[in-house]
Nanobody, 116 residues
Framework: QVQLVESGGGLVQPGGSLRLSCAASGHILGITAMGWYRQAPGKQRELVAAIGTSGSTNYADSVKGRFTISRDNAKNTVYLQMNSLKPEDTAVYYC??????????WGQGTQVTVSS
């Protein structure tokens, strides 16, 4: 089992920045990748960014150049730095952990709203 606790969401104006954090606990040694997904009202959940144990990263085209995913292995925490936020980035953001390449675990979600 892996437990994920997210923080850092909120309301921000267009062009602003937010940093999301996701702290993992439990069977963390078996985690092969962690990532952030988002789901806007009426839309499917989509991958935003992911990071592997080697530090390799993957981003959705819509956030490339604006978002940065990183991890602090000592703190078992993954971060999503979001810059130049747009109204279309508004969504519930979910932290994800992939355990042993097979099992997906999810955080409770944190709301990000980009609005003037």
């Amino acid at each position: 089992q892996v437990q994920l606790v997210e923080s850092g969401g909120g309301l921000v104006q267009p062009g602003g920045s937010l940093r999301l954090s996701c702290a993992a606990s439990g069977h963390i040694l078996g985690i092969t990748a962690m990532g952030w997904y988002r789901q806007a009202p009426g839309k499917q959940r989509e991958l935003v960014a992911a990071i592997g144990t080697s530090g390799s990263t993957n981003y959705a085209d819509s956030v490339k150049g604006r978002f940065t995913i990183s991890r602090d292995n000592a703190k078992n925490t993954v971060y999503l730095q979001m810059n130049s936020l747009k109204p279309e980035d508004t969504a519930v953001y979910y932290c994800n952990a992939l355990l042993r390449g097979l099992y997906n675990y999810w955080g409770q979600g944190t709301q990000v709203t980009v609005s003037s």
